[in-house]
C-alpha cells in the first residue's frame, strides 16, 4: 500500500495545485468581476487600480490560473504566497494574533500552501511539464541528426 500511495503522490500534488489555484482565482474573479459573491460577499467590485484590493485580485486571478493550469507554476505560486502573506500580515495579523481571532486563515493557508507549490513544484499533471518535454523532444532529435554526420 504506501509504494502505490507514493506512486500516486505526484497526482496528488497535481490536483492539489489544481484546487488551490482555482479557489484562489475565484477569489480575484469575485473581487474584479463582482462574481461568485461579489468583493467580500457584497456583490460589487473592487475599484480599479485601488492599493491594496485591485492588484491583490490581479495577483489572485492570475496567480490561481496560473497555478491552476500548472503554467509557470513556481514563479506563479511565489508570488501569490507573497502576497497572501502581505494580506495577513498588513490586513490581519494587526487586528490580533492568531488567524482564527483576526479573519486571517484564508490567507494563512493560501500562503503556506503556494509556498509549498514553491518547493514541491507542479506535480504529475501540468502544462509546465508538457513545454518541457516539447523542448527536450527537438534537443534529442537534432542531436539524433547531428550523429550521422559527425560521424562521416
Given at each position: 500500500m504506501p509504494a502505490r500511495?507514493?506512486?500516486a503522490g505526484p497526482y496528488a500534488?497535481?490536483?492539489?495545485?489544481?484546487?488551490?489555484?482555482?479557489?484562489?482565482?475565484?477569489?480575484?474573479?469575485?473581487?474584479?468581476?463582482?462574481?461568485?459573491?461579489?468583493?467580500?460577499?457584497?456583490?460589487?467590485?473592487v475599484p480599479a487600480g485601488s492599493w491594496p484590493g485591485w492588484y491583490?485580485?490581479?495577483?489572485?486571478?492570475?496567480g490561481?490560473?496560473?497555478?491552476?493550469?500548472?503554467?509557470?507554476?513556481?514563479?506563479?505560486?511565489?508570488?501569490?504566497?507573497?502576497?497572501m502573506a502581505y494580506?495577513?500580515?498588513?490586513?490581519?495579523?494587526?487586528?490580533?494574533?492568531?488567524?482564527l481571532e483576526n479573519g486571517g486563515e484564508a490567507s494563512a493557508m493560501f500562503c503556506w500552501s503556494f509556498l509549498l507549490l514553491v518547493f514541491t513544484g507542479p506535480g504529475a499533471v501540468a502544462v509546465d511539464r508538457l513545454l518541457a518535454s516539447g523542448r527536450a523532444r527537438p534537443a534529442?532529435?537534432?542531436?539524433?541528426?547531428?550523429?550521422?554526420a559527425a560521424a562521416a
Amino acid at each position: 500500500m504506501p509504494a502505490r500511495l507514493t506512486e500516486a503522490g505526484p497526482y496528488a500534488l497535481a490536483l492539489f495545485r489544481f484546487v488551490t489555484g482555482l479557489l484562489f482565482a475565484c477569489h480575484g474573479a469575485a473581487s474584479l468581476f463582482g462574481v461568485l459573491g461579489g468583493a467580500g460577499g457584497t456583490g460589487g467590485t473592487v475599484p480599479a487600480g485601488s492599493w491594496p484590493g485591485w492588484y491583490a485580485a490581479v495577483i489572485q486571478l492570475v496567480g490561481g490560473t496560473l497555478v491552476a493550469l500548472g503554467l509557470f507554476t513556481r514563479t506563479a505560486a511565489l508570488i501569490s504566497s507573497g502576497s497572501m502573506a502581505y494580506a495577513y500580515f498588513v490586513m490581519h495579523q494587526p487586528e490580533a494574533l492568531w488567524p482564527l481571532e483576526n479573519g486571517g486563515e484564508a490567507s494563512a493557508m493560501f500562503c503556506w500552501s503556494f509556498l509549498l507549490l514553491v518547493f514541491t513544484g507542479p506535480g504529475a499533471v501540468a502544462v509546465d511539464r508538457l513545454l518541457a518535454s516539447g523542448r527536450a523532444r527537438p534537443a534529442a532529435h537534432r542531436d539524433e541528426q547531428r550523429t550521422p554526420a559527425a560521424a562521416a
